[in-house]
């Protein structure tokens, strides 16, 4: 990696064209998965950030669930073209992260310090998003181009039955990566960044 840290954030975008090209060995996926799941922050470090991490065949499925799970509420004029899009974007990638946060550790930190019960669910939204931020990231960084989709809570009963998972665990988002096929959109920022923020106290 030769990018900075500023470098990298900035490189990161979404991509909607993908293949099954593996850019680096799917363990190095999995590690730097267990290295932000380490390192990120969470409120009062309580650590209630999962990650499932589907590849092949297995995040094909995923693909399929939401393809089936659409053609349930999606008119039948349009579904054809969702389900183009959900192949060429989706299932066409080499694999899926799914950004879980579990129900049980967070429900400890509500009883652990009741004055802040209110704010569990938004900490828990913001350090979820920290994490996949810095994911997202860190799969460009290999080369990879990733998306962040949201097809919870559509899916959420077929993909805990297809993969067992934990009850407690609620499914926040869907990041599915590949060797990327197409090129960002032009980035666009409607107010420029000056006219967004305030600085006081700034030394001359
Ligand atoms: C919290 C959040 C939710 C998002 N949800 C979706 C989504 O459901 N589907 C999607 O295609 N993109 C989603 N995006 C991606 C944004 O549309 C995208 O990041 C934005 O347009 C800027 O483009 P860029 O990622 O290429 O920089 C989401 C982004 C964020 C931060």
Do not use: C
Not at 80 to 89: F, Y
Not at 170 to 195: I, Q, V
Request: glycine letters at 4%; zero cysteines.
């Amino acid at each position: 990696m030769s990018r900075n840290f500023i470098e990298a954030v900035a490189h990161r975008r979404s991509y909607y064209h993908l293949s099954d090209r593996a850019m680096v060995d799917d363990s190095l996926v999995v590690g730097v998965v267990d290295e932000l799941l380490t390192t990120m922050p969470s409120p009062f470090n309580v650590q209630s950030a999962r990650v499932v991490v589907l590849f092949g065949e297995q995040h094909r499925d995923l693909w399929r669930i939401v393809i089936e799970a659409l053609r349930h509420i999606v008119p039948a004029e349009r579904f054809e073209k969702s389900k183009t899009k959900i192949e060429r974007a989706f299932l066409a990638g080499r694999g899926t992260l799914l950004f879980y946060e579990d129900e049980d550790a967070l429900n400890h930190m509500r009883s652990n310090y009741p004055a802040y019960a209110d704010n569990v669910a938004i900490w828990s939204e913001q350090s979820s998003g920290m994490l996949q931020f810095a994911l997202w990231t860190a799969l460009e960084e290999f080369g990879y181009g990733a998306s962040l989709q949201h097809y919870n809570p559509l899916i959420d009963h077929a993909v805990a039955e297809r993969w067992l998972i934990n009850p407690d665990w609620r499914l926040k988002a869907e990041m599915p990566f590949g060797a990327p096929l197409d090129s960002p959109a032009h980035r666009t920022n409607a107010t420029p960044a000056h006219s967004r923020r305030l600085v006081f106290g700034e030394k001359e």
